[in-house]
């Protein structure tokens, strides 16, 4: 082993660049990069070939070409010689090798004096001498072997870490005699098939270091179970493999040399001559080296007439040869001196043989050139450098007239080869492409016809490979091989993040990939999606126009989010194409598209009720100026909205509102600013029929067109109409109703309040879908709670400016009750079913999560106005008592005016005396009357008994189911079949009932049951056994069927709940049938007129006294 001199001679074919500004020993480390402008950072093949002080000689391959740089130091200049044919720019090559000085540690020390010294005095340490001045004087550091090597210049030396080893350790023990035994390599050729084959041999050492017989051949197998690691495993392999007796294909030849020339374990190689010894021993093998060939070889054709003469080189070592003095050794060796140069390319294979036959050159006839040139040298072409000498270079002017240079494209062409995809990096100029790793020759005919060569741009083509090798790890490996494409396997090809970032990189260095599409089951496109939002206000909108692009093809936001839903990163695309979603846009649509609705293939829609997702989730640049000023002037109002401006009571309104209903239609009028929907869910008896009548007259002075329609359950139509005329009786109305109700919807313009049952709903939907109203309201508005009903279908299906939506029970069961109601008035507020139920109903009703449930409050906080009576005691008294009117079927009214004729007919023909001397008759026909408004069952006359017979009860399991599961409840009526009747009513709704009469015996039991024992919601008591001694403050809710003819006596009934315990404010509600009897009686109590204070007061012989005929007639006009 020696280290290489430097060689200075002959450097007048190398073009010189000069640095004035290095100095090694203050360089850290990259600092000059910033200079080095253009330096391509890809893993061009460098080999020092020798280095000394500031001196160096490298080999660097480029695109199969190896140029020598030479590098001279003479501080402060630096002086960096190469041969390549660029003459004025700092080139490519000597970046590399500069780049390696600075980077490298054992290369740096060459160049600077403190690290040499440095280093130096690391080794002197061992002997003793770093106190010694001139360290040179004994030590100089060497490059051997690819590596920094210490050369003692006085071999007497002797390192004192060895002088002082433990005493045992100075007489080797006998087991540790095989650390002298060395591993070498025999190449050598096979006794009959005469192919090369390689064996490992175990040898020991003489004193002066050479081998020494006996030699022992070592099974490969073996060593490769001993190996440890990947590498020495490989090499191994190959190397039972190339001693084997068989031949083998020549592929799979040159694989295993390729691994047996990188020498992992830096075994000692040697030839075996055969003409020394037939047998393989310490005499008969030669010391030798294994390399690659260098890709130095040139072929020059130049024309001699009527011959062309073709000649080869390769140049090794800084040396050139001719092929014909470089015979083949081992079939596949060229042998300069001991190294031995492996050919692995079997069209060079191939040139090597052929010119092993000639003495000097080839000669080609002209007339058989182009067939040689076609046949011979275009293969060649792609391997080794080809010169024409006979053919001039392209002149400027020629250059230009063909664009040659102006009209360049770089081009990555991909095609199939089984399991792999192969990537051909490409030059074009003008009409002719050059694969970039060929040595093709580029010729062009100028407007003459005369031929010329074109040079070939190395910079760009360098530039293609580089940008091709830097994306994955393989292709490095695959610099080495003399292919003219890269390859990769199709499952990494393909990995979607892989080839679309490499893609992308490729175009923005205007690099075309051709062949993407052909590859087989391949429905990928190429190119990386690139998503524009851009957000409008419209009107009660914001329109998000949303561009879907994948290089010239487009996606729709319908398949984007069929994508989203079933987990796909994957979008089919207008071209069949799939493209492939950044991670990104997964997460952020999937929010987009629970915010708004899809309106066509690039519109989404997102309510303004739902502005806190367009603040949450939309970027501030995707919005225009327009929908950023509405959004905050939505953002500012919402958080305003307890200060409210006040809204002015029209003056058509008959009645004055409390403070807090006050407030309410303040907040339905701040709703209709924005065109908000609402749920106005006040507590059962606070007024919400009120404010609502008093904001659709105040809808008079904003819109033209103030039609309204009024949804609500048919028990409650008359309440309704009732409080209409009481409050607002200039309020147009219309009752949809009847079999020609029909015909009424082509006059709707002609009202303003337009009134239909849920069922009736159902019914007409077709024709009421084509009107368009001012507000829909929808009174017990939990009747849409389920989204599948036909309910709620029906009524998403209705159109109007704004809808509201009225309930004192927003949620009965679930939260889930809510999704369906606020949807209904904000569209795209709450999101999709699935996502609710996701989102927030499972969190919040299955696991309680509180962080879920304040996030779904404020979501919905602005749209929901909710007040219990707790929350307005102050304005309320503690006992509340309503009217609720129950209007009979056509068939219950019918019997109830029978009966009313036949008594009214009575007390006509009779005079005033005949009354007083028999009040039975009267009080009797009066009952008859009152048990008809509660049941016709109640008559016990089969004939008069109908199957819609009350509409009380009726009401009465719709009240009770909605409210039982909050409050309890107690109902009384005077008449106890009524009492069963109304029990039965419960059972089929799965409602039970407590029950107290006068024939009970266990009352206290009873009582004790509803008090204490939470399951029981309901009683069912007779005035008469409940009126006095009860104590059922459980209750809140106290639900009066009939009226008594003694309002003390209802008193007296109320106040069993309302009483000393009652921590609940408690309602009392009477059933009312209208335009009846009882209807009379409780209008003559508010008004405290003579006929009601003595008729109905309990003092003595009240009807002796007061029942006249004048005043029981008064009771049906």
Same mark, same amino acid.
Not at 445 to 464: M, N, P, S, T, Y
Not at 733 to 751: M, V
């Given at each position: 082993?020696?280290?290489?001199?430097?060689?200075?001679?002959?450097?007048?074919?190398?073009?010189?660049?000069?640095?004035?500004?290095?100095?090694?020993?203050?360089? &850290?480390?990259?600092?000059?990069?910033?200079?080095?402008?253009?330096?391509?950072?890809?893993?061009?093949?460098?080999?020092?070939?020798?280095?000394?002080?500031?001196?160096?000689?490298?080999?660097?391959?480029?695109?199969?070409?190896?140029?020598?740089?030479?590098? =001279?130091?003479?501080?402060?200049?630096?002086?960096?010689?190469?041969?390549?044919?660029?003459?004025?720019?700092?080139?490519?090559?000597?970046?590399?090798?500069?780049?390696?000085?600075?980077?490298?540690?054992?290369?740096?020390?060459?160049?600077?004096?403190?690290?040499?010294? +440095?280093?130096?005095?690391?080794? @002197?340490?061992?002997?003793?001498?770093?106190?010694?001045?001139?360290?040179?004087?004994?030590?100089?550091?060497?490059?051997?072997?690819?590596?920094? !090597?210490?050369?003692?210049?006085?071999?007497?030396?002797?390192?004192?870490?060895?002088?002082?080893?433990?005493?045992?350790?100075?007489?080797?023990?006998?087991?540790?005699?095989?650390?002298?035994?060395?591993?070498?390599?025999?190449?050598?050729?096979?006794?009959?098939?005469?192919?090369?084959?390689?064996?490992?041999?175990?040898?020991?050492?003489?004193?002066?270091?050479?081998?020494?017989?006996?030699?022992?051949?070592?099974?490969?197998?073996?060593?490769? *179970?001993?190996?440890?690691?990947?590498?020495?495993?490989?090499?191994?392999?190959?190397?039972?493999?190339? $001693?084997?007796?068989?031949?083998?294909?020549?592929?799979?030849?040159?694989?295993?040399?390729?691994?047996?020339?990188?020498?992992?374990?830096?075994?000692?190689?040697?030839?075996?001559?055969?003409?020394?010894?037939?047998?393989?021993?310490?005499?008969?093998?030669?010391?030798?080296?294994?390399?690659?060939?260098?890709?130095?070889?040139?072929?020059?054709?130049?024309?001699?007439?009527?011959?062309?003469?073709?000649?080869?080189?390769?140049?090794?070592?800084?040396?050139?040869?001719?092929?014909?003095?470089?015979?083949? /050794?081992?079939? !596949?060796?060229? #042998?300069?001196?001991?190294?031995?140069?492996?050919?692995?390319?079997?069209?060079?294979?191939?040139?090597?043989?052929?010119?092993?036959?000639?003495?000097?050159?080839?000669?080609?006839?002209?007339?058989?050139?182009?067939?040689?040139?076609?046949?011979?040298?275009?293969?060649?072409?792609?391997? /080794?450098?080809?010169?024409?000498?006979?053919?001039?270079?392209?002149?400027?002017?020629?250059?230009?007239?063909?664009?040659?240079?102006?009209?360049?494209?770089?081009?990555?062409?991909?095609?199939?080869?089984?399991?792999?995809?192969?990537?051909?990096?490409?030059?074009?100029?003008?009409?002719?492409?050059?694969?970039?790793? +060929?040595?093709?020759?580029?010729?062009?005919?100028?407007?003459?016809?005369?031929?010329?060569?074109?040079?070939?741009?190395?910079?760009?083509?360098?530039?293609?490979?580089?940008?091709? /090798?830097?994306?994955?790890?393989?292709?490095?490996?695959?610099?080495?091989?003399?292919?003219?494409?890269?390859?990769?396997?199709?499952?990494?090809?393909?990995?979607?993040?892989?080839?679309?970032?490499?893609?992308?990189? *490729?175009?923005?260095?205007? =690099?075309?990939?051709?062949?993407?599409?052909?590859?087989?089951?391949?429905?990928?496109?190429?190119?990386? $999606?690139?998503?524009?939002?851009?957000?409008?206000?419209?009107?009660? *909108?914001?329109?998000?126009?949303?561009?879907?692009?994948?290089?010239?093809?487009?996606?729709?936001?319908?398949?984007?989010?069929?994508?989203?839903?079933?987990?796909?990163?994957?979008?089919?695309?207008?071209?069949?194409?799939?493209?492939?979603?950044?991670?990104?846009?997964?997460?952020?649509?999937?929010?987009?598209?629970?915010?708004?609705? &899809?309106?066509?293939?690039?519109?989404?829609?997102?309510?303004?009720?739902?502005?806190? @997702?367009?603040?949450?989730? %939309?970027?501030?640049? *995707?919005?225009?100026?327009?929908?950023?000023?509405?959004?905050?002037?939505?953002?500012?109002?919402?958080?305003?909205?307890?200060?409210?401006?006040?809204?002015?009571?029209?003056?058509?309104?008959?009645?004055?509102?409390?403070?807090?209903?006050?407030?309410?239609?303040?907040?339905?009028? %701040?709703?209709?600013? %924005?065109?908000?929907?609402?749920?106005?869910?006040?507590?059962?008896?606070?007024?919400?029929?009120?404010?609502? &009548?008093?904001?659709?007259?105040?809808?008079?002075?904003?819109?033209?067109?103030?039609?309204?329609?009024?949804?609500?359950?048919?028990?409650?139509?008359?309440?309704?109409?009732?409080?209409?005329?009481?409050?607002?009786?200039?309020?147009?109305?219309?009752?949809?109703?009847?079999?020609?109700?029909?015909?009424?919807?082509?006059?709707?313009?002609?009202?303003?309040?337009?009134?239909?049952?849920?069922?009736?709903?159902?019914?007409?939907?077709?024709?009421?879908?084509?009107?368009?109203?001012?507000? =829909?309201?929808?009174?017990?508005?939990?009747?849409?709670?389920?989204?599948?009903?036909?309910?709620?279908? @029906?009524?998403?299906?209705?159109?109007?400016?704004?809808?509201?939506?009225?309930?004192?029970?927003?949620?009965?069961?679930?939260?889930?009750?809510?999704?369906?109601?606020?949807?209904?008035?904000?569209? $795209?507020?709450?999101?999709?079913?699935?996502?609710?139920?996701?989102?927030?109903?499972?969190?919040?009703?299955?696991? +309680?999560?509180?962080?879920?449930?304040?996030?779904?409050?404020?979501?919905?906080?602005?749209?929901?106005?909710?007040?219990?009576?707790?929350?307005?005691?102050?304005?309320?008294?503690?006992?509340?008592?309503?009217?609720?009117?129950?209007?009979?079927?056509?068939?219950?009214? !019918?019997?109830?005016?029978?009966?009313?004729?036949?008594?009214?007919?009575?007390?006509?023909?009779?005079?005033?005396?005949?009354?007083?001397?028999?009040?039975?008759?009267?009080?009797?026909?009066?009952?008859?009357?009152?048990?008809?408004?509660?049941?016709?069952?109640?008559?016990?006359?089969?004939?008069?008994?109908?199957?819609?017979?009350?509409?009380?009860?009726?009401?009465?399991?719709? #009240?009770?189911?909605?409210?039982?599961?909050?409050?309890?409840?107690?109902?009384?009526?005077?008449?106890?079949?009524?009492?069963?009747?109304?029990?039965?009513?419960?059972?089929?709704?799965?409602?039970?009932?407590?029950?107290?009469? $006068?024939?009970?015996?266990?009352?206290?039991? =009873?009582?004790?049951?509803?008090?204490?024992?939470? @399951?029981?919601?309901?009683?069912?008591?007779?005035?008469?056994?409940?009126?006095?001694?009860?104590?059922?403050?459980?209750?809140?809710?106290?639900?009066?069927?009939?009226?008594?003819?003694?309002?003390?006596?209802?008193?007296?009934?109320?106040?069993?709940?309302?009483?000393?315990?009652?921590?609940?404010?408690?309602?009392?509600?009477?059933?009312?049938?209208?335009?009846?009897?009882?209807?009379?009686?409780?209008?003559?109590?508010?008004?405290?007129?003579?006929?009601?204070?003595?008729?109905?007061?309990?003092?003595?012989?009240?009807?002796?006294?007061?029942?006249?005929?004048?005043?029981?007639?008064?009771?049906?006009?």
């Amino acid at each position: 082993m020696h280290t290489k001199s430097v060689s200075l001679e002959n450097l007048d074919d190398f073009h010189q660049y000069r640095l004035t500004d290095i100095i090694f020993d203050e360089t &850290i480390r990259y600092r000059y990069f910033s200079w080095m402008s253009g330096l391509v950072e890809i893993n061009y093949p460098t080999q020092v070939y020798a280095i000394q002080k500031n001196e160096a000689q490298f080999f660097i391959q480029s695109l199969g070409i190896t140029y020598t740089v030479i590098v =001279i130091y003479d501080h402060p200049t630096l002086s960096l010689c190469c041969n390549c044919s660029e003459t004025e720019a700092f080139c490519v090559h000597q970046k590399i090798a500069l780049n390696q000085l600075i980077k490298n540690e054992q290369l740096h020390l060459f160049f600077s004096v403190a690290a040499y010294q +440095s280093y130096l005095t690391k080794i @002197a340490v061992k002997y003793g001498l770093e106190d010694e001045q001139q360290l040179e004087d004994y030590f100089e550091i060497q490059w051997v072997n690819d590596q920094v !090597h210490i050369h003692k210049k006085d071999d007497n030396l002797l390192e004192l870490s060895r002088a002082v080893l433990p005493q045992e350790m100075v007489f080797p023990k006998e087991n540790n005699a095989v650390e002298q035994q060395t591993n070498i390599l025999v190449l050598k050729e096979h006794k009959y098939y005469k192919h090369p084959q390689v064996l490992l041999y175990r040898s020991d050492r003489t004193k002066n270091g050479t081998l020494k017989n006996p030699l022992q051949e070592i099974s490969c197998e073996e060593m490769i *179970w001993k190996s440890k690691d990947i590498t020495e495993s490989q090499f191994f392999t190959a190397l039972h493999f190339l $001693g084997q007796n068989t031949i083998a294909e020549d592929n799979q030849q040159v694989v295993a040399f390729k691994m047996l020339i990188k020498n992992p374990l830096g075994l000692e190689i040697y030839r075996h001559d055969k003409t020394l010894s037939q047998n393989i021993g310490a005499n008969s093998l030669i010391q030798i080296t294994l390399r690659p060939l260098p890709k130095t070889i040139r072929i020059d054709v130049d024309q001699e007439a009527p011959f062309f003469t073709i000649r080869s080189y390769i140049e090794i070592a800084g040396q050139e040869h001719t092929l014909q003095n470089l015979p083949l /050794v081992f079939d !596949h060796f060229i #042998q300069v001196q001991q190294h031995f140069y492996f050919i692995e390319i079997p069209q060079i294979l191939t040139l090597f043989q052929v010119f092993a036959t000639t003495a000097d050159h080839l000669k080609v006839h002209q007339s058989k050139f182009e067939d040689f040139k076609k046949d011979f040298l275009m293969a060649m072409e792609e391997v /080794v450098e080809v010169n024409y000498h006979h053919i001039p270079k392209a002149s400027s002017k020629q250059i230009k007239e063909q664009q040659f240079y102006t009209d360049t494209e770089a081009i990555i062409y991909l095609e199939e080869s089984g399991d792999y995809i192969n990537l051909i990096p490409t030059m074009r100029y003008a009409d002719v492409e050059v694969p970039v790793r +060929s040595r093709r020759s580029i010729f062009g005919f100028d407007h003459h016809g005369q031929k010329f060569l074109v040079k070939r741009d190395a910079e760009a083509e360098l530039r293609i490979v580089s940008l091709i /090798v830097k994306q994955h790890p393989y292709f490095k490996e695959q610099l080495d091989e003399d292919f003219q494409h890269f390859y990769l396997h199709r499952k990494h090809f393909l990995e979607q993040d892989w080839f679309l970032n490499v893609f992308e990189d *490729w175009r923005n260095h205007q =690099i075309s990939i051709i062949g993407f599409n052909e590859i087989k089951n391949n429905k990928f496109n190429s190119f990386k $999606g690139k998503i524009t939002i851009h957000v409008l206000s419209g009107q009660n *909108w914001f329109n998000v126009n949303v561009n879907i692009q994948f290089g010239k093809n487009k996606g729709s936001l319908k398949n984007l989010q069929k994508a989203i839903r079933n987990k796909s990163k994957f979008i089919t695309l207008d071209d069949g194409t799939v493209g492939i979603l950044p991670e990104e846009w997964i997460n952020k649509f999937e929010q987009f598209f629970l915010a708004g609705e &899809i309106i066509d293939d690039t519109l989404l829609q997102i309510a303004e009720t739902n502005y806190t @997702a367009l603040d949450r989730y %939309f970027e501030e640049q *995707w919005l225009s100026q327009a929908a950023k000023e509405r959004l905050n002037e939505i953002k500012n109002k919402i958080q305003q909205i307890d200060q409210v401006q006040p809204v002015v009571l029209s003056k058509d309104f008959k009645g004055t509102l409390r403070s807090y209903q006050q407030d309410g239609l303040n907040w339905l009028n %701040f709703l209709d600013e %924005f065109n908000f929907g609402g749920c106005l869910a006040d507590d059962m008896g606070l007024g919400k029929t009120i404010q609502i &009548i008093a904001f659709i007259l105040d809808q008079r002075n904003k819109v033209e067109h103030n039609c309204n329609l009024l949804v609500l359950p048919t028990t409650l139509i008359f309440n309704w109409k009732n409080e209409l005329k009481k409050f607002a009786p200039s309020i147009r109305i219309l009752e949809l109703q009847g079999p020609d109700r029909q015909k009424d919807c082509l006059n709707f313009e002609q009202y303003e309040l337009i009134l239909i049952s849920y069922h009736n709903l159902l019914t007409d939907i077709n024709h009421l879908k084509k009107q368009s109203f001012n507000y =829909i309201f929808l009174d017990e508005s939990q009747q849409i709670k389920n989204p599948n009903s036909q309910r709620y279908q @029906a009524v998403t299906k209705l159109k109007s400016r704004n809808r509201i939506v009225i309930t004192g029970t927003p949620i009965e069961n679930s939260t889930l009750d809510l999704f369906a109601q606020l949807s209904f008035v904000n569209p $795209g507020l709450l999101g999709s079913k699935k996502y609710f139920k996701d989102v927030y109903t499972t969190p919040i009703d299955g696991f +309680s999560n509180k962080k879920r449930l304040e996030e779904l409050q404020r979501k919905v906080k602005p749209f929901i106005l909710r007040r219990t009576k707790a929350e307005v005691a102050k304005e309320l008294p503690l006992k509340n008592e309503l009217v609720l009117y129950c209007e009979m079927k056509p068939a219950q009214r !019918h019997i109830y005016d029978t009966y009313e004729k036949e008594f009214r007919e009575f007390i006509s023909a009779k005079d005033g005396d005949e009354i007083r001397k028999s009040p039975m008759h009267v009080l009797k026909g009066l009952t008859k009357l009152r048990q008809i408004c509660n049941s016709t069952k109640l008559l016990k006359t089969e004939d008069l008994t109908v199957e819609q017979d009350s509409c009380k009860i009726e009401m009465l399991v719709e #009240q009770v189911r909605d409210k039982c599961p909050y409050q309890k409840i107690i109902i009384f009526s005077q008449f106890v079949s009524m009492l069963n009747l109304i029990e039965v009513a419960l059972a089929k709704h799965e409602i039970s009932a407590l029950k107290l009469t $006068g024939q009970s015996r266990d009352r206290q039991h =009873i009582v004790t049951q509803f008090q204490e024992n939470d @399951a029981e919601r309901v009683i069912l008591i007779s005035l008469k056994a409940g009126g006095t001694g009860l104590n059922l403050t459980a209750a809140s809710l106290v639900y009066l069927v009939d009226p008594w003819w003694n309002p003390a006596v209802e008193t007296q009934a109320i106040d069993r709940a309302f009483r000393i315990g009652q921590s609940k404010d408690v309602t009392a509600i009477r059933l009312i049938c209208p335009d009846t009897v009882e209807d009379k009686i409780m209008k003559l109590q508010a008004n405290k007129t003579a006929i009601a204070e003595n008729i109905f007061a309990d003092t003595h012989n009240p009807i002796a006294d007061f029942m006249n005929k004048e005043r029981l007639l008064a009771l049906f006009n």
